[in-house]
């Protein structure tokens, strides 16, 4: 892939681990190819005001929540949902990161376990906490989160969802079969294709939605119009118009 909107630079701050809390069985996703994805999504839309993202595959949140805030100045909320109950404890307190009082709060966390420890992780967490605090509040201040249970295969589901939030961008790592899995409840089988027929017919015709898989290509059915493919290492996008995946006349 190439960079045009995240030059490279120490993503430390926001990769997960650090401010951002991480467990083990949610897969990590770069830090630098989120902010870059983000930033082809809103090329797609402009010009555009504030924009609403969505993760409807969010894992603890960690992807939608650096993407959020290297991109605050350009966001008007995000979502986050996830079929699996379990992880979107964690994607609440990652996504909590997005406001003042959730920043200094982890920051007096990270600075207790330096005392507690005299760990220099900590103690350099806790000052990157405070760095993005005042980030954050340079680039617009507290934004917006909604952290729900849905099933993105159901696009019942997604419409309730997406309807109350009103996304215009969708951004979603997908289960790659190793740490993750795909479940649903509605009977169709797990893909990328499923799953962007799914989002799309929850959307505004002009939302665009960004799907990553781990794979050599994102297999989408024959004829649907393509914004962009690109390959980052083990993985590879696709970014569409919901409406390239809508029945025309809608
Ligand atoms: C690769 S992980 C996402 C990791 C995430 N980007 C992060 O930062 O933690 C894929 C997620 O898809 C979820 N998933 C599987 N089937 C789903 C479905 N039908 N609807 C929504 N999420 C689903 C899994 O529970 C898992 O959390």
């Known amino acids: 892939v190439e960079y045009r909107h995240a030059p490279r630079a120490d993503h430390t701050a926001l990769s997960p681990g650090a401010v951002l809390v991480s467990a083990p069985g949610h897969p990590a996703f770069p830090v630098r190819l989120g902010l870059e994805l983000l930033g082809r999504c809103l090329?797609?839309?402009?010009?555009?005001?504030?924009?609403?993202?969505?993760?409807?595959?969010?894992?603890?949140?960690?992807?939608?929540t650096a993407m959020a805030l290297g991109w605050r100045d350009r966001l008007r909320a995000v979502a986050a949902s996830d079929v699996d109950p379990e992880p979107l404890a964690l994607a609440r307190r990652n996504l909590a990161l997005l406001s003042a009082e959730g920043l200094a709060e982890r920051a007096t966390e990270l600075s207790r376990l330096e005392q507690l420890h005299g760990k220099e992780s900590h103690r350099a967490a806790a000052q990157a906490a405070a760095g993005l605090a005042a980030g954050l509040a340079s680039k617009g201040g507290d934004l917006p989160a909604v952290v729900e249970p849905v099933d993105a295969l159901d696009p019942a589901a997604c419409a309730t969802f997406a309807r109350r939030v009103r996304p215009d961008v969708v951004i979603t790592d997908v289960p790659y079969g190793e740490q993750t899995q795909w479940t649903t409840t509605h009977g169709t089988a797990g893909s990328p294709d499923a799953l962007v027929a799914s989002l799309a017919s929850a959307l505004d015709p002009h939302a665009v939605i960004a799907v990553v898989a781990q794979d050599r290509k994102v297999r989408l059915s024959d004829g649907t119009g393509v914004l962009e493919r690109f390959r980052s290492g083990h993985r590879a996008g696709v970014i569409v118009r919901a409406g390239a995946r809508q029945p025309s006349g809608r």
Do not use: E, I, N, Q
């Not at 090329?43 to 939608?64: F, Q």
């Open 43 to 64: 090329d797609h839309l402009a010009p555009a005001g504030p924009v609403t993202v969505w993760d409807p595959c969010c894992g603890s949140g960690a992807l939608l």
